[in-house]
């Protein structure tokens, strides 16, 4: 028998699933409903089975939409090194069991059937290595978002349903999509049905929005990014930027214009370039030169996306008397849907490089650059997450993690400013400010660590042709490069933060770096203080400076990371134990004495220590 095969294109709610099949005279076999908690998949078990994808099942009828998925972060899910090393990492720390909250989007069709309960990818079957395959999204029946435990989209928050059993022992394939069926759809190999889950968001959810698999406390955030913003508010889906082209991507994001039917494309792309490299380089080893070109494309898409998603502005900023004392650089996040970076953004890290000298080429300042080793240096502002465990720790791995100490991520269309404080001579002169946002998937250290805990079968060597760990490649998204001169017209206040307008003590100062030299030089102080120490007993120490420092900026008008339960109940425990004001003297008279070291002036010293001593009476619990 001869099938017309007719390419379905994965579309763009949840609501009731219409399907046009064959009708059968006796209701079909009720199907098992199984759970795999902590993940929130469910699978209708029938003898309908899931199908391997490849040129002869899938890719035959559907050859275009089975060549875009072909390395893609869909069809790569369960092949990304770093994500492979932190599954095997969580493994040696918690037990197999944790991994089934991460398999249950990374590839759901061979989870179920218990194909990876041993992760030896020695011995996984195509269907395993295939991630989240056509079967997979294919397969969805429908979303239970709001029977988690969030009462939200959680942890692969999907009913799977391949198909069904017939009363007379027979099978039936079921594919779901966003079209109508037809006449002869699925070519004899399957039942279409239409569901309108397929051109929503909703259908993404379940595994872009990841919750700690205990405490059920939001890890990713991509979804609910995207709920609240403006492309949710004018009905642009996940699918319209991320399932079209470049073009098209921008148009969708600009003009909140959906793409029509004909635009949509199964190529899942997004900000993972550095997957699609190291495809390339595997495809290549394979010789696969097809796939590798496939790949490269998608590459080229990714590095666009990203030099497409955002903007950035630098101006100066001049006090009352018309001298230049600090440069602002605004992030726009212009192109992207959900905030910018997303998913994991403990770990992604997009930053601010930042160059500024005089007219004679002498460095005034300089942030965000890489050593040797791939570090970044220390004064760098990055737009990331701290990830806090239960004891309040700064903690990266995801079953760590229960909830965020700080978010520093820049929402759709929003933006965020970045002051650097600049100290110029009192002649006008010219300065040159070099500003460049750039992005890499993971930091060089976490790739390291996640790069030496591969699971068994996984080898960079066998691979991608590496023998050692590469360089974590950097894209550059986009750079300014102006020329500013030292003496303006004084800024308008309206344009600045609260604060900024003021000559703000804590820049005055020196910034971070001179507040943290000064925090690190009290507390070898107070530590040595015989009449102090006794109240740091057995106290987190490397905790406490990063407090302290954060209070500090809170206090002297810097950048706003205090978000504490207040001083009077922070230190209460500190007064039970007999802190009085005369230990908070003692404190300051060690902050005096740290300033003075580190060459801060009087001046300033003793406005430091004026508003030190204007938070005493909250200290001590006083009234």
Same mark, same amino acid.
């Given at each position: 028998?001869?099938?017309?095969?007719?390419?379905?294109?994965?579309?763009?709610?949840?609501?009731?699933?219409?399907?046009?099949?064959?009708?059968?005279?006796?209701?079909?076999?009720?199907?098992?409903?199984?759970?795999?908690?902590?993940?929130?998949?469910?699978?209708?078990?029938?003898?309908?089975?899931?199908?391997?994808?490849?040129?002869?099942?899938?890719?035959?009828?559907?050859?275009?939409?089975?060549?875009?998925?072909?390395?893609?972060?869909?069809?790569?899910?369960?092949?990304?090194?770093?994500?492979?090393?932190?599954?095997?990492?969580?493994?040696?720390?918690? /037990?197999?069991?944790?991994?089934?909250?991460?398999?249950?989007?990374?590839?759901?069709?061979?989870?179920?059937?218990?194909?990876?309960?041993?992760?030896?990818?020695?011995?996984?079957?195509?269907?395993?290595?295939? /991630?989240?395959?056509?079967?997979?999204?294919?397969?969805?029946?429908?979303?239970?978002?709001?029977?988690?435990?969030?009462?939200?989209?959680?942890?692969?928050?999907?009913?799977?349903?391949?198909?069904?059993?017939?009363?007379?022992?027979?099978?039936?394939?079921?594919?779901?999509?966003?079209?109508?069926?037809?006449?002869?759809?699925?070519?004899?190999?399957?039942?279409?049905?239409?569901?309108?889950?397929?051109?929503?968001?909703?259908?993404?959810?379940?595994?872009?929005?990841?919750?700690?698999?205990?405490?059920?406390?939001?890890?990713?955030?991509?979804?609910?990014?995207?709920?609240?913003?403006?492309?949710?508010?004018?009905?642009?889906?996940?699918?319209?930027?991320?399932?079209?082209?470049?073009?098209?991507?921008?148009?969708?994001?600009?003009?909140?214009?959906?793409?029509?039917?004909?635009?949509?494309?199964?190529?899942?792309?997004?900000?993972?370039?550095?997957?699609?490299?190291?495809?390339?380089?595997?495809?290549?080893?394979?010789?696969?030169?097809?796939?590798?070109?496939?790949?490269?494309?998608?590459?080229?898409?990714?590095?666009?996306?990203?030099?497409? +998603?955002?903007?950035? *502005?630098?101006?100066?900023?001049?006090?009352?008397?018309?001298?230049?004392?600090?440069?602002?650089?605004?992030?726009?996040?212009?192109?992207?849907?959900?905030?910018?970076?997303?998913?994991?953004?403990?770990?992604?890290?997009?930053?601010?490089?930042?160059?500024?000298?005089?007219?004679?080429?002498?460095?005034?300042?300089?942030?965000?650059?890489?050593?040797?080793?791939?570090?970044?240096?220390?004064?760098?502002?990055?737009?990331?997450? *701290?990830?806090?465990?239960?004891?309040?720790?700064?903690?990266? *791995?995801?079953?760590?993690?229960?909830?965020?100490?700080?978010?520093?991520?820049?929402?759709?269309?929003?933006?965020?400013?970045?002051?650097?404080?600049?100290?110029?001579?009192?002649?006008?002169?010219?300065?040159?400010?070099?500003?460049?946002?750039?992005?890499?998937?993971?930091?060089?250290?976490?790739?390291?660590?996640?790069?030496?805990?591969?699971?068994?079968?996984?080898?960079?060597?066998?691979?991608?042709?590496?023998?050692?760990?590469?360089?974590?490649?950097?894209?550059?998204?986009?750079?300014?490069?102006?020329?500013?001169?030292?003496? /303006?017209?004084?800024?308008?206040?309206?344009?600045?933060?609260?604060?900024?307008?003021?000559?703000?003590?804590?820049?005055?100062?020196?910034? +971070?770096?001179?507040?943290?030299?000064?925090?690190?030089?009290?507390?070898?102080?107070?530590?040595?203080?015989?009449?102090?120490?006794?109240?740091?007993?057995?106290?987190?120490?490397?905790?406490?400076?990063?407090?302290?420092?954060?209070?500090?900026?809170?206090?002297?008008?810097?950048?706003?990371?205090?978000?504490?339960?207040?001083?009077?109940?922070?230190?209460?425990?500190?007064?039970?134990?007999?802190?009085?004001?005369?230990?908070?003297?003692?404190?300051?008279?060690?902050?005096?004495?740290?300033?003075?070291?580190?060459?801060?002036?009087?001046?300033?010293?003793?406005?430091?220590?004026?508003? +030190?001593?204007?938070?005493?009476?909250?200290?001590?619990?006083?009234?």
């Amino acid at each position: 028998m001869k099938h017309k095969c007719v390419g379905l294109v994965l579309g763009l709610t949840a609501g009731l699933a219409i399907v046009v099949s064959s009708a059968f005279a006796e209701a079909p076999k009720k199907p098992e409903l199984l759970s795999f908690k902590p993940s929130n998949l469910q699978w209708e078990k029938t003898k309908a089975d899931f199908v391997a994808p490849n040129i002869n099942t899938c890719g035959g009828c559907h050859n275009k939409q089975y060549r875009e998925w072909q390395g893609s972060m869909h069809a790569m899910a369960f092949q990304d090194p770093i994500y492979l090393g932190e599954l095997n990492l969580a493994i040696q720390k918690v /037990g197999k069991g944790i991994t089934k909250q991460c398999e249950g989007c990374h590839t759901a069709a061979a989870f179920v059937k218990g194909e990876t309960e041993n992760l030896d990818f020695n011995n996984l079957s195509p269907l395993a290595l295939a /991630g989240v395959s056509c079967d997979v999204c294919h397969s969805i029946k429908r979303h239970t978002h709001w029977e988690t435990p969030s009462h939200e989209p959680e942890n692969g928050s999907y009913v799977l349903s391949p198909g069904r059993e017939n009363a007379d022992g027979s099978v039936t394939l079921t594919k779901y999509g966003p079209i109508k069926p037809y006449e002869n759809c699925g070519g004899g190999f399957h039942e279409c049905v239409e569901s309108p889950l397929f051109t929503s968001a909703e259908l993404c959810a379940g595994c872009h929005h990841v919750f700690h698999y205990e405490e059920h406390t939001p890890f990713e955030h991509t979804y609910a990014e995207w709920k609240g913003s403006m492309y949710a508010v004018n009905d642009i889906q996940c699918q319209d930027c991320h399932m079209v082209d470049i073009d098209t991507f921008k148009r969708s994001a600009d003009s909140f214009t959906k793409p029509k039917r004909s635009e949509y494309h199964h190529y899942f792309n997004g900000a993972n370039f550095l997957m699609y490299f190291l495809g390339e380089l595997k495809a290549k080893k394979e010789g696969d030169l097809q796939l590798a070109e496939n790949l490269r494309h998608k590459y080229k898409m990714a590095v666009e996306r990203l030099q497409s +998603a955002a903007e950035i *502005d630098v101006e100066p900023i001049y006090n009352d008397k018309g001298e230049l004392y600090k440069i602002l650089v605004r992030v726009h996040n212009r192109r992207a849907g959900h905030n910018l970076p997303t998913s994991l953004t403990n770990i992604r890290q997009m930053w601010l490089e930042v160059l500024i000298t005089d007219q004679d080429g002498k460095e005034i300042l300089k942030s965000g650059y890489l050593d040797e080793k791939g570090a970044l240096d220390k004064n760098t502002y990055i737009f990331n997450s *701290d990830g806090m465990g239960y004891d309040m720790s700064f903690q990266v *791995d995801p079953w760590e993690v229960v909830s965020y100490s700080r978010h520093d991520t820049i929402p759709p269309k929003g933006h965020r400013d970045v002051y650097y404080t600049t100290i110029c001579s009192h002649e006008e002169r010219e300065i040159k400010v070099h500003a460049k946002l750039r992005f890499r998937q993971a930091s060089q250290y976490v790739a390291e660590k996640l790069l030496s805990h591969l699971p068994d079968g996984v080898d960079l060597n066998d691979w991608y042709g590496l023998t050692e760990i590469p360089a974590v490649p950097v894209v550059d998204m986009v750079e300014q490069n102006l020329t500013f001169s030292t003496k /303006g017209t004084t800024t308008d206040c309206q344009v600045q933060k609260k604060g900024d307008c003021e000559d703000e003590l804590y820049h005055k100062l020196g910034g +971070a770096k001179a507040v943290d030299k000064a925090i690190d030089l009290m507390y070898k102080k107070v530590l040595a203080d015989d009449r102090l120490n006794r109240f740091f007993k057995d106290i987190n120490i490397t905790r406490q400076r990063r407090m302290m420092n954060s209070f500090l900026a809170f206090a002297f008008n810097g950048p706003d990371n205090y978000k504490w339960k207040g001083l009077k109940k922070a230190h209460n425990h500190l007064v039970q134990k007999g802190l009085s004001g005369y230990h908070f003297d003692l404190f300051v008279g060690h902050m005096k004495s740290a300033l003075k070291e580190i060459g801060v002036e009087d001046e300033l010293i003793n406005e430091v220590c004026k508003v +030190a001593m204007s938070k005493k009476k909250e200290v001590l619990g006083r009234d």
